[in-house]
């Protein structure tokens, strides 16, 4: 209540400290299950703003048919994307996929080899991931039975012809399994993979361990994410004031919350050949209780981009030890984004830890989607010479893009 504010806010010191440890301890108390964290928020649950009278979706409805979404680049970059978890597809199973404005379908072949297809059958257009089933190496088509082989689409088998035509084939896409994911290949002009995704070494040794995952969807053009590495004003801003505030913007600049802040300092840099497709940020964060330094919550995170739509950021810490975020991009639809973060920490250090990490990430990463949920594009952005490292990441991703990327289509009011 308003009453309670007042008294807060008049308190000394002291209470201000008991009142931070408390939440905190709430908050360790919360995560402290050895189960992962698991947070997955749907369509519209946050990044906009109520609207009196309306649900939380249809406030979302209006304000996506209100936007001007502006001058956009093309909406599918190309590069590698997260498909599903390896452990989403078991051997012999089967996934229909909507993804890059494609239909597509997923299996696992029974000797373990994963594999994406366009999802209709070229016979008569049945779509191969609705009741489609591993048959061997190949998926059978549901309403014919007709058989693909994952590895490069030939149809192997046709129940009742004598003969298969030479020609009768379903695409494939390239793809590879990373770090425990299921990552596709995406290039406009069809070609083959230019660069490899690497592997984080103490994820595939089992040095650290899986402790959370969430996932969100961005009603934006997947090139405002990454850009926002390089725009290391709006740290300052956006993600100073404390996450006790939360993620609602109307509130995270409250004097009830004024007693802690964050400082950032951050660097953004491309990296050279061979990697030129990898860029790299230097992120140091600490944060200030009262005007006083809070060692506890002190971090050295450094964030590398691989491509459009992966990033590897490695937290250090000098008590609470190393650990890391993958956080992946996948375009459903030219404005809409479907990013999923996963954090994996050394064993020896208590699964509260890297929880408490996680969580703290989700706040300030669901401050950036309002932002994004209501931004307008601008091709030509108004900008002064402290901002100089947000052309030359734009400069940077357009390596991205071919000169056949389609284009997103010439309209003002998009609703994805």
Known sequence: ?????????????????????????????????????????????????????????????????????????????????????????????VRGLALLGQQLTAFRAHDGQAYVVDAYCPHLGANLGAGGRVVGNCIECPFHGWLFRGEDGKCTHIPYAAKVPDFARVRTWPCCEVNGMLLLWYHCEGLDPTWAVPEQREIVTREWVFRGQTEHLVDAHIQEIPENAADTAHLAFLHGPAILGGSDLRYTRSRLWDFMKHTWKAEWQPEPAPDEHCSRMLVQHTATIFGKHFSLLDLTVTARQVGPGLVFLIFKHAFLGHGIILQTVTPLEPLLQNVVHKIYYQKNVPAIIPKFILRAECIQFERDVTIWNNKQYLSKPLLVREDSSIQKHRRWYAQFYSEKSKRVPAREDLDW
């Open 1 to 93: 209540s308003g009453w309670c504010g007042e008294q807060l806010l008049a308190a000394g010191p002291g209470r201000w400290a008991l009142l931070f440890l408390l939440l905190l301890l709430l908050v360790l108390l919360l995560l402290g299950c050895s189960r992962p964290l698991a947070l997955r928020r749907g369509p519209g649950q946050v990044g906009y703003l109520p609207v009196p009278g309306l649900s939380r979706g249809q406030a979302a409805r209006r304000a996506r048919r209100a936007r001007r979404s502006g001058s956009l680049p093309p909406p599918y970059p190309n590069g590698w994307y997260r498909v599903l978890d390896s452990a989403q597809l078991p051997r012999g199973a």
